[in-house]
C-alpha cells in the first residue's frame, strides 16, 4: 500500500473515531501513533544531518517501520552494540481540530538523549531513555493541514544520565523509540498530565486508599483540572467506579468555579462497600471514569484503572490487606534477542506471565523504569513490583546529575503511583556509594510525591530508606545487625556462586570449574550443570528463609541476557534469552501452594548421560516413581540441610542403573492422585515440531507484536532430542518476518526464531527445515 493512501485511512480512521468518541462521551481523543514512521540510521562518518527536522525534507528514501522499534537489530551475542544517532519522521493530519483544541504528543520512552521537533519548531530536549517525554504541542500543530513530528536520538554514553559507559555496563541500552507513541486531542479545559503538569503528588488523576477493608473501603482522588480559556468555568466533577464494566459507586460534585488561565485539584473521597481487595492471590482491578462536565456536556474524560490493597509493615514483615505474606520474587531486563528493547506489549505481558507461572509473586525491576505494559499485566496478574529508577554502580558529584536523579524520581512516581502493584520506589543508584544527603533528598522526593501512611522507599543503603535491599552475597561477606527496618534480598543466586569474591570459598577453584558450578548455565550445557544450577538457587533461596528478617527475595536474574561488553551470554536465568525454562524454573515453581496448581517436574533426559540420583520439583505431598511402569518407589520430600525452610522440598530418587524407556512421576495430595510427568528416552530425530510462545496473548496484527516460534528435533515418539545441535531455516508467507541475525541453531534440541507480525490479518504460513526435514506451521491472525 502507498504511503499516500495510508495517509487517507488515518485521516478518516481519526475522524471516524472523533465523531464515535463525541458521540458517546467527550470531545476527545487519545490513540497511538505507531504506525508510518520513517527512519535513518546515521553512520559513524555521516554527519550530514541537514534538513532532517524540516517539513519541507524529503524523507522518501528513508525507511518505513513501526513503533515499537529498534534501531539496531542485533546479533544473539552483543559485544558491540550500535550506538550512535539515528532519526525519526511521521507525517499526519489533524482535520478536526479547531483552536479551541489541545494537541499533546506523549513517547513512553526515547532511548537515550532526544530532540524533538514539530513543524520545524524544536520543541522538546530530553534526557534519559526510559521515562516519558510528554509535549504540550498545541500552538505548533497546524490545523487541517499535514504536520510534521521529527526525532533526533543519540543513545552514546551520556556523563550526565549515566550509568558507566556501555563498554563495561554490564547490561545493554539499545536505541530507539522502543515503546508507544501518542497523540491527544482535548478540549482547552481539561485534565492535566503528571508529566508536564509539574505538580508535588498532583497532576493528572491520583488515587489513594485512606481506608482499606474489604467490609467498607475508602478511596480518595485528586484530580487536576486547567482551564486555558479565556473565560472563567463552571464544572462539575463526576467520579464512576466500575468492576467488570459494571457501575458500582458513583460521586458528582456540586459547581465548581476554574478561572481562566489557572488550574485547581478536585478532591473527592468515596466509600466503598464489600470491596474486592487486590492482591497476589486475587487481582482485583477496578476501573475510575473521570469526567468533567460544563453546561451538562463532558467535556474530558480520562479512565484509570486501580487496586484497593494495603501494604504494611509489623515488625519487619509484610502483610498485605492485613495477611502476612513473603514475596518470593525474581529479578528482570525487559531485553529480547535481537530486537533489545522493542517489544510490543503484548510481549511485555508474555513476560509477566512466565514470572507469575513460575511461582513468583514478586518482581524487581532493575535497574531502571519499564514499560507501562508491563506495568499494567503485573496489575492483571498479581505481581508485587519493587519499581525503580536508573542506576547502577555511577554517581557523579555535580548538581546537575543529582538534579536528573531527583526529577527522574519525581517522573517515576508520578508515571506509575496509580498501578496497585508497586510496592515501593528504589530512588537508589545500585551498588553505587551515594552520599546521605543524596539519599535523603530522594527519600523525601517518594513521600513527598506520594503522601501518607505505608508508601516506601527502597535502597541498597541502610541509612536513610524506608526498606532496606542487600544481596546475598553482601550479606555473606559483611554480616552485620539489621537495623529496625524491613530488609529485602533484592539479589541472590548468582554472583556468590560465581565470583572469587563473593564469599562461598570460589577463589579455591580453578576458573573452568567455578563457571562449571555457577549458576550461569545455558541449557546447551547438559542435565548436570542445569541440576548445579538448581541446585545452588534450592540451597540461596532456602538460605534466605532461614534468615527470617527477610519479608522478600528476588532470585537474580528471570531471563538471561547480555552484558554489552562480554563475549556471551549472562547466563543465570531461570529461563534462557529465548524464554525456554531450565531446571532451576521448577524447581521455583513447585515452591507455589498447591491450590495455584499441582507441579510434578522430573528434571531429567533420562538417557545414557543422565543422573541417576534423579530429582523431581513438585508441590505435592508424596511421589511415586516408575520406570517403564515397574514401580521404584514411592517416598516423601527430601529433608536434607538445604530444605530445611522450603514450602515444597524437591524428592530425590536414587536409581541403581539407566534403562531406556519412559520414566513416571505421580503425585498425590491427601492421599489423592493429582499430577502425572513422563520423561522417555530419546531416539534419533525423525521429525520437527514447531509451537509458538502465546503465554496468554494470541499473536496480534497492526501492534508490532513480536514472538518467540520454537523447533524441536523429535524422534519417533515426539521426544525432544536434546543432542540436536544442527541449523534450522525458516521461511515466511504472510505478513511477518523473523528478526533473527544470523544462523539459527538448536540448542538441546530446541532452535528459535523470533518472528514480527505485521499490520495485516490472514494467514502466516511457516516452514521450518533442518537436515531435509521440514515442518509447517500456520498462524491465523
Not at 511521521?90 to 479547531?98: H, Q, Y
Not at 508515571?415 to 535523603?440: C, G, I, K, Y
Given at each position: 500500500m502507498e504511503l499516500l493512501s495510508k495517509i487517507k485511512i488515518f485521516i478518516l480512521s481519526l475522524f471516524v473515531g472523533v465523531c464515535l468518541f463525541s458521540c458517546q462521551k467527550s470531545n476527545n481523543v487519545h490513540f497511538k501513533i505507531n504506525s508510518e514512521w520513517k527512519f535513518k540510521l546515521l553512520d559513524k562518518d555521516d554527519n550530514n544531518e541537514a534538513q532532517f527536522e524540516n517539513v519541507d525534507f524529503?524523507?522518501?528514501?528513508?525507511?518505513?517501520?513501526?513503533?515499537?522499534?529498534?534501531?539496531?537489530?542485533?546479533?544473539?551475542?552483543?559485544?558491540?552494540?550500535?550506538?550512535?544517532?539515528?532519526?525519526?519522521?511521521?507525517?499526519?493530519?489533524?482535520?478536526?481540530?479547531?483552536?479551541?483544541?489541545?494537541?499533546?504528543?506523549?513517547?513512553?520512552?526515547?532511548?537515550?538523549?532526544?530532540?524533538i521537533w514539530i513543524n520545524g519548531v524544536e520543541v522538546a530536549m530530553h534526557k534519559g531513555g526510559y521515562l516519558p517525554v510528554v509535549i504540550d504541542a498545541t500552538k505548533y500543530i497546524v490545523k487541517g493541514q499535514t504536520n510534521t513530528i521529527a526525532v533526533r536520538l543519540n543513545n552514546t554514553d551520556n556523563p550526565l544520565t549515566g550509568p558507566k559507559p556501555l563498554a563495561k555496563l554490564d547490561f545493554n541500552m539499545y536505541g530507539g523509540l522502543y515503546r508507544n507513541a501518542w497523540l491527544s486531542v482535548k478540549d482547552k479545559l481539561y485534565i492535566s498530565h503528571p508529566a508536564i503538569a509539574n505538580k508535588v503528588a498532583g497532576g493528572g488523576v491520583f488515587i489513594t486508599y485512606p481506608k482499606v477493608s474489604k467490609d467498607l473501603s475508602e478511596i480518595a482522588i485528586k484530580t487536576n483540572v486547567v482551564n486555558e480559556f479565556t473565560s472563567d468555568k463552571t464544572i462539575k466533577v463526576t467520579q464512576k467506579i466500575l468492576f467488570d464494566n459494571k457501575e458500582v459507586?458513583?460521586?458528582?460534585?456540586?459547581?465548581?468555579?476554574?478561572?481562566?488561565?489557572?488550574?485547581?485539584?478536585?478532591?473527592?473521597?468515596?466509600?466503598?462497600?464489600?470491596?474486592?481487595?487486590?492482591?497476589?492471590?486475587?487481582?482485583?482491578?477496578?476501573?475510575?471514569?473521570?469526567?468533567?462536565?460544563v453546561d451538562g456536556n463532558i467535556i474530558d474524560q480520562e479512565t484509570t484503572r486501580f487496586g484497593i490493597r494495603k501494604f504494611e509493615f509489623k515488625n519487619k514483615e509484610l502483610f498485605i490487606n492485613g495477611e502476612k505474606t513473603f514475596l518470593r520474587g525474581v529479578n528482570r531486563h525487559q531485553e529480547y534477542p535481537f530486537v533489545g528493547y522493542a517489544l510490543s506489549d503484548n510481549a511485555q505481558y508474555r513476560d509477566a506471565k512466565k514470572i507469575k507461572d513460575a511461582g513468583f509473586n514478586y518482581i524487581r525491576?532493575?535497574?531502571?523504569?519499564?514499560?507501562?505494559?508491563?506495568?499494567?499485566?503485573?496489575?492483571?496478574?498479581?505481581?508485587?513490583?519493587?519499581?525503580?529508577?536508573?542506576?547502577?554502580?555511577?554517581?557523579?558529584?555535580?548538581?546537575?546529575?543529582?538534579?536528573?536523579?531527583?526529577?527522574?524520581?519525581?517522573?517515576?512516581?508520578?508515571?506509575?503511583?496509580?498501578?496497585?502493584?508497586?510496592?515501593?520506589?528504589?530512588?537508589?543508584?545500585?551498588?553505587?556509594?551515594?552520599?546521605?544527603?543524596?539519599?535523603?533528598?530522594?527519600?523525601?522526593?517518594?513521600?513527598a510525591e506520594y503522601p501518607g501512611e505505608n508508601v516506601y522507599s527502597s535502597g541498597w543503603m541502610d541509612d536513610v530508606y524506608d526498606i532496606y535491599l542487600q544481596a546475598r552475597q553482601h550479606r555473606i561477606l559483611s554480616p552485620h545487625k539489621l537495623k529496625d527496618k524491613p530488609y529485602s534480598v533484592s539479589e541472590y543466586g548468582d554472583w556468590e556462586y560465581y565470583s572469587k569474591n563473593a564469599g562461598l570459598n570460589q577463589d579455591q577453584l580453578p576458573n573452568d570449574l567455578r563457571d562449571e558450578f555457577s549458576s550461569r548455565q545455558k541449557r546447551a550445557f547438559g542435565e548436570e550443570r542445569l541440576l548445579r544450577q538448581a541446585a545452588n538457587v534450592q540451597e540461596a533461596h532456602n538460605d534466605n528463609l532461614q534468615n527470617t528478617v527477610a519479608f522478600s527475595d528476588s532470585y537474580w536474574v528471570m531471563y538471561d541476557y547480555n552484558r554489552g561488553y562480554h563475549n556471551d551470554i549472562e547466563a543465570s536465568g531461570l529461563m534462557d534469552i529465548f524464554r525456554l525454562p531450565k531446571f532451576a524454573y521448577y524447581f521455583y515453581q513447585s515452591q507455589r501452594d498447591i491450590e495455584d496448581g499441582a507441579v510434578?517436574?522430573?528434571?531429567?533426559?533420562?538417557?545414557?548421560?543422565?543422573?541417576?540420583?534423579?530429582?523431581?520439583?513438585?508441590?505435592?505431598?508424596?511421589?511415586?516413581?516408575?520406570?517403564?511402569?515397574?514401580?521404584?518407589?514411592?517416598?516423601?520430600?527430601?529433608?536434607?540441610?538445604?530444605?530445611?525452610?522450603?514450602?515444597?522440598?524437591?524428592?530425590?530418587?536414587?536409581?541403581?542403573?539407566?534403562?531406556?524407556?519412559?520414566?513416571?512421576?505421580?503425585?498425590?495430595?491427601?492421599?489423592?492422585?493429582?499430577?502425572?510427568?513422563?520423561?522417555?528416552?530419546?531416539?534419533?530425530?525423525?521429525?520437527?515440531?514447531?509451537?509458538?510462545?502465546?503465554?496468554?496473548?494470541?499473536?496480534?496484527?497492526?501492534?508490532?507484536?513480536?514472538?518467540?516460534?520454537?523447533?524441536?528435533?523429535?524422534?519417533?515418539?515426539?521426544?525432544?532430542?536434546?543432542?540436536?545441535?544442527?541449523?534450522v531455516t525458516f521461511e515466511i508467507e504472510g505478513d511477518a518476518s523473523m528478526q533473527n541475525v544470523g544462523e539459527i541453531k538448536a540448542e538441546a534440541g530446541i532452535a528459535t526464531g523470533l518472528l514480527k507480525i505485521g499490520t495485516k490479518k490472514g494467514k502466516i504460513k511457516i516452514v521450518a527445515k533442518s537436515n531435509k526435514i521440514e515442518q509447517t506451521y500456520e498462524i491465523n491472525l
Open positions: 524529503n524523507d522518501s528514501n528513508w525507511e518505513t517501520v513501526n513503533l515499537p522499534h529498534t534501531a539496531h537489530l542485533e546479533p544473539l551475542i552483543v559485544n558491540n552494540q550500535w550506538q550512535g544517532i539515528c532519526w525519526y519522521r511521521k507525517s499526519f493530519d489533524l482535520p478536526l481540530v479547531d483552536d479551541d483544541k489541545k494537541v499533546f504528543v506523549e513517547f513512553e520512552a526515547a532511548m537515550s538523549h532526544s530532540v459507586q458513583s460521586k458528582t460534585t456540586s459547581d465548581i468555579s476554574i478561572q481562566s488561565g489557572k488550574d485547581i485539584d478536585v478532591s473527592m473521597n468515596i466509600t466503598l462497600p464489600n470491596a474486592k481487595l487486590w492482591s497476589p492471590k486475587q487481582p482485583n482491578l477496578y476501573s475510575l471514569e473521570t469526567s468533567i462536565i525491576l532493575s535497574h531502571y523504569p519499564q514499560s507501562p505494559s508491563f506495568l499494567d499485566a503485573c496489575d492483571e496478574l498479581g505481581l508485587v513490583v519493587l519499581d525503580a529508577i536508573l542506576g547502577w554502580q555511577y554517581y557523579l558529584d555535580n548538581d546537575q546529575f543529582r538534579a536528573y536523579c531527583y526529577k527522574s524520581a519525581e517522573q517515576l512516581i508520578r508515571r506509575d503511583r496509580n498501578h496497585p502493584s508497586v510496592l515501593a520506589w528504589e530512588v537508589s543508584l545500585n551498588e553505587t556509594q551515594m552520599p546521605v544527603f543524596f539519599m535523603e533528598e530522594l527519600d523525601r522526593i517518594v513521600h510434578v517436574k522430573i528434571a531429567s533426559y533420562w538417557n545414557k548421560k543422565s543422573p541417576l540420583n534423579l530429582k523431581v520439583y513438585s508441590n505435592c505431598d508424596e511421589l511415586a516413581l516408575y520406570l517403564n511402569d515397574e514401580l521404584i518407589g514411592k517416598q516423601k520430600p527430601d529433608t536434607d540441610k538445604n530444605s530445611s525452610d522450603l514450602s515444597h522440598p524437591p524428592f530425590t530418587f536414587n536409581l541403581k542403573s539407566f534403562k531406556a524407556g519412559t520414566l513416571k512421576a505421580v503425585g498425590y495430595v491427601d492421599g489423592k492422585e493429582v499430577k502425572i510427568d513422563e520423561v522417555t528416552t530419546p531416539g534419533n530425530p525423525t521429525a520437527l515440531k514447531i509451537w509458538i510462545d502465546t503465554s496468554g496473548k494470541k499473536p496480534e496484527a497492526g501492534v508490532n507484536d513480536v514472538l518467540f516460534v520454537y523447533v524441536a528435533a523429535v524422534d519417533e515418539n515426539g521426544t525432544i532430542v536434546p543432542d540436536y545441535s544442527e541449523k
